[in-house]
């Protein structure tokens, strides 16, 4: 009788890369459902367009760099960084504005570092930043929410506008995001209590935002009570960040946004629980964690408050990204036997 | 419930795993016909092979020594039963390598008979000298059966200058399918604590933990009664919670006692000495009834193997025997393994003989999973979060596979107590472990080759330094000769010379002075 030669441990666990993949894409549901809510078709011909394009340059890197296609097709890594691409930017998006994007995510941020697993930064923040300090027309241009509009999009005005161009009176539609509002009514000298009573914002932040951020928040902890991921980064992200915001809230709460709002808004909730968490381009040590999450916090409110930009998760992210060596180096755990600290 | 009074300290990491301990620990320990061949591998142990006493053709009682312990970390063999010696050749055996090795083969004769091969048994061990007593545990050929198959005597020979303030009984048996630990602790708790008196009388210590598993309930009560009637209130048996690899040597220590084994120390550093229940036994077996290492318990298990259970057989039964009295093979048999799921070693074949490390023959099928192609690490970290060691696997595997041996040794891989609980979590099903054994073989093999290059270049340079050194003193030694004769013959010319003019300057003045008197007194 032939016996296998492989050796122990001869069991292994239930999960797998794409069993982790797919229960962060199921995460994602409520609050991609919440988008489809307020912006119609324009959000799902973002999403139908960055997942076909992750897809097909994903095939072809595999192709061109003659990596098995099936096991790391099938992996549906490629899909969550389309997704996470897809909800970050504006719905309407025209088709090469996405296209270029997925370009930059997959090929120039995944594929060109060696593919899954070897990427130093996160693919769907560099392919967002790419376009946004490219295109930041196009990337600022935000529909209203449809409860704020009248007028209804459907299918083939959607498809008009993605596939030729701009429809006449498209513009009309445009609505700034509470973000952009805040900082662009700050920077004129109007004082905050002013800006919200324009009725665009409700209890926590803007109007219809306020509701994204909360499926993104719950469709994250059912990522953390699943175990997908860890409680370092959210933890630590929206600490630092509500910490900040605090800070100076308390010091001038008319010329500084509150931590509700600023946990409420932009890609807070969406970045703490689904793109910081991103385990290849994140800290791996749990201390190692909290500094790489709170950075990203502290990042994030500085450029919103003073930066150039309304959000700044994008940023944030690929700035962390940079520091992740050092913070592993640096954050290693005790070891059993051993006393806290690096050997030799 | 059982319910205990002893804290108990937390490890970082660890599994809930599917435990499979019912399939085969219900009956009772079997004892099976004895095989038509037994085959004694010379090296049963971790140390140096025992020299042989017997040869091809010999005739040998039951409990004889058959090869002997003189030297440094030698195990003597004992014959298994009583036979004629048919050959002494290479077998395959049991090491992850796949290769044969030097074996004994016995032909028993049926009779199982001792004659008087057993040893002079001490039935009241605490009256007799603790040194005396080690000798005899070595003599009998005991080792580490809890699968280190480290010598006994050697771990029971602590020193003066650190006291042995608690022995550990390891009782976890926290493997999956493994229950011989189990069966063993319900049938003979008494021999075991017996074993475990004689322990702490060689070591002189007051103190003994037993941590066994809360999944062995039955276990637990087997020897909470066993130490009622012996009454021995320094022993505590301690149920601790299930999760592997609790039963690791330096894992049970933390639980137990809360101290941690230094890096690259022995528990004896921390006045701690950790043995397992059947050493216990075999060493009360030693000591008490006089008869050597000769037989064993062991779990035949997994989803290949029709009936499992547990047996007690003679050394070298071959692993072939067993399966045939366990019902023999089931279709889902595809791997067969000396050890459990997660730590056992692969066997190629089951002509591989039992030795004093088997605790369990696991006959198992492959997982699905197990054909998947690996995938790329995506440092997700479930495997330091399941590291008992509290490593970072995700690294040591980067810098393992780097060849970056200098990096994988900074982030502590030789810590790595190798329980594959980072390959079981592993989402990418990356063989973690075997980059580390790979990179601990290469580092050790790099570290040989460099003490060995050390040891030429300094035994070259002392020669080089010697040859000089000869060359130079003979040259010295000429140099002086050379100086000594030349000053010789030098003083010698001169005082001749010196001489033969001061004999001349004397005649020349007596005639001077014959002269001027001559010419005074003309």
Redesign the interface.
């Known amino acids: 009788?032939?016996?296998?030669?492989?050796?122990?441990?001869?069991?292994?666990?239930k999960?797998?890369?794409s069993?982790?993949m797919r229960q962060v894409l199921y995460a994602l549901i409520p609050g991609t459902a919440v988008l489809i809510w307020y912006f119609g078709w324009g959000m799902l011909s973002n999403l139908v367009l960055a997942i076909v394009f992750a897809e097909l340059l994903e095939w072809g890197m595999l192709t061109l760099r003659q990596r098995?296609v099936r096991?790391?097709l099938s992996?549906y890594?490629a899909v969550v960084t389309a997704w996470l691409l897809a909800v970050a930017m504006p719905a309407f998006s025209p088709w090469w504005l996405i296209a270029i994007a997925m370009i930059f995510a997959i090929v120039i941020a995944k594929h060109l570092y060696g593919?899954?697993?070897?990427n130093p930064f996160n693919p769907a923040m560099v392919g967002y930043a790419a376009v946004l300090v490219s295109y930041p027309v196009q990337m600022t241009i935000w529909p209203a929410p449809v409860d704020f509009s009248v007028v209804h999009i459907d299918l083939g005005q959607t498809l008009q506008h993605v596939f030729a161009g701009s429809a006449q009176g498209w513009d009309a539609l445009s609505a700034a995001t509470p973000l952009d509002a805040v900082k662009v009514s700050l920077s004129l000298n109007k004082p905050l209590s002013d800006i919200y009573a324009t009725g665009q914002f409700g209890l926590l932040a803007g109007q219809a935002w306020e509701w994204v951020s909360l499926a993104w928040l719950l469709g994250g902890l059912w990522l953390l009570w699943q175990r997908i991921i860890?409680w370092q980064i959210p933890v630590a992200l929206l600490g630092t960040l509500a910490l900040m915001a605090s800070v100076f809230w308390l010091i001038d709460a008319q010329a500084y946004a509150s931590p509700l709002f600023h946990l409420f808004s932009g890609a807070a909730m969406l970045g703490a629980f689904f793109i910081a968490t991103d385990?290849?381009s994140?800290s791996?040590?749990?201390t190692g964690k909290l500094f790489y999450a709170g950075g990203i916090g502290l990042f994030t409110y500085i450029i919103r408050t003073w930066g150039g930009y309304p959000d700044a998760i994008a940023f944030s992210v690929i700035i962390m990204n940079m520091a992740v060596p050092l913070l592993?180096y640096y954050t290693?755990?005790?070891?059993?036997?051993?006393k806290r600290g690096?050997?030799? | 419930m059982i319910q205990t009074l002893h804290k108990l300290w937390r490890n970082h990491g660890g599994l809930h795993l599917d435990y499979h301990k019912e399939d085969s620990n219900a009956a009772p320990v079997r004892h099976l016909p004895m095989a038509e061949e037994l085959i004694i591998p010379l090296q049963q142990h971790s140390g140096y092979k025992p020299t042989l006493t017997v040869k091809a053709g010999d005739y040998v009682y039951k409990g004889q020594e058959i090869a002997s312990h003189t030297g440094f970390m030698k195990v003597p063999l004992h014959a298994s039963t009583s036979g004629t010696i048919t050959a002494i050749e290479e077998r395959p055996i049991a090491h992850p390598s796949g290769l044969s090795d030097l074996c004994i083969i016995l032909k028993p004769d049926g009779k199982d008979d001792w004659d008087n091969a057993r040893m002079l048994a001490y039935p009241n061990p605490s009256q007799v000298d603790g040194e005396i007593l080690r000798q005899r545990i070595c003599a009998a050929g005991i080792v580490g059966m809890g699968g280190a198959v480290f010598p006994a005597a050697i771990k029971l020979n602590v020193h003066d200058n650190i006291p042995i303030e608690t022995l550990v009984i390891n009782g976890a048996e926290c493997e999956p399918y493994i229950t011989c630990d189990d069966r063993l602790m319900r049938e003979k708790p008494v021999e075991i604590l017996r074993g475990v008196q004689i322990m702490m009388h060689i070591i002189a210590t007051q103190r003994c933990l037993i941590g066994i598993e809360d999944n062995k309930p039955e276990a637990i009560a087997a020897m909470q009664a066993a130490r009622e009637e012996l009454g021995d209130q320094r022993i505590e048996i301690i149920p601790i919670p299930t999760l592997y690899p609790s039963g690791s040597e330096k894992q049970l220590i933390k639980i137990l006692t809360g101290k941690e084994v230094p890096s690259g120390g022995r528990p004896a550093t921390i006045g701690i000495v950790c043995h397992n229940p059947a050493t216990a036994r075999a060493i009360y077996r030693a000591v008490v009834l006089g008869e050597p290492l000769i037989d064993r318990y062991l779990t035949i298990t997994g989803k290949g193997v029709a009936q499992p259970c547990n047996v007690e057989v003679p050394l070298g039964t071959p692993i072939q025997h067993l399966i045939a009295h366990s019902g023999g093979y089931t279709p889902a048999a595809k791997r067969l393994a000396m050890g459990g799921p997660m730590m056992g070693i692969s066997l190629h074949t089951d002509q591989i003989p039992v030795v004093k490390a088997t605790n369990c023959i696991l006959v198992s099928d492959i997982p699905e999973s197990e054909q998947q192609p690996a995938l790329p690490c995506i440092r997700c970290g479930r495997c330091a979060e399941a590291c008992p060691a509290n490593l970072l696997p995700q690294q040591l595997y980067w810098h393992s596979r780097a060849r970056d041996f200098d990096k994988a040794e900074q982030y502590h891989l030789f810590d790595c107590i190798e329980c594959g609980c980072c390959a079981y979590v592993c989402p990418s099903h990356i063989r973690l472990v075997d980059y580390y054994r790979f990179a601990k073989a290469e580092i050790r093999t790099q570290r040989d080759a460099k003490t060995k290059a050390n040891i030429a270049r300094e035994r070259h340079d002392f020669h080089q330094e010697r040859l000089e050194r000869a060359k130079r003193e003979k040259a010295e030694k000429l140099a002086k000769h050379k100086a000594q004769a030349q000053t010789t013959t030098d003083d010698g010319k001169k005082a001749a010379i010196q001489a033969a003019l001061e004999r001349a300057k004397a005649k020349k003045a007596e005639a001077a002075a014959q002269t001027t008197t001559g010419e005074t007194t003309e």
Request: aromatic share 12%; no cysteine; hydrophobic share 25%.
């Open positions: 009788m032939i016996f296998s030669k492989r050796t122990s441990p001869y069991v292994s666990g999960q797998d890369v069993s982790i098995p096991p790391f992996d890594s593919g899954l697993g070897y860890g385990p290849v994140a791996t040590t749990p592993d290693q755990p005790r070891v059993y036997g051993t690096l050997q030799g």
